[in-house]
């Protein structure tokens, strides 16, 4: 589930470093981690969360779909 000030995927995804998108494509059930997090709000100009942020079924859907372009 995310957290309520999560930003969609569709706008950080394509953006983030190869490195966070291979974490969290090794376990995509997990939180993201801190470093991911930072990334995505940085990309994003949000609200860094302070509880731990996992992907939505639709979110790990996206990425089902962009996994092609890390590959």
């Known amino acids: 589930m995310n957290a309520p000030s ?3 995927i569709e706008l950080w995804w394509p953006h983030l470093d190869i490195e966070f998108k291979h974490e969290i494509l090794r376990d995509p059930d ?3 981690s801190q470093g991911a ?3 995505v ?8 969360a302070t509880s731990p942020v996992y992907l939505s079924a639709s979110d790990k859907d996206f990425i089902r779909t962009q996994t092609e372009l890390v590959d």
């Open 6 to 8: 999560m930003p969609p």
């Open 30 to 32: 997990a939180a993201l």
């Open 37 to 39: 997090l930072d990334q």
């Open 41 to 48: 709000y940085s990309l994003c100009d949000g609200q860094l």
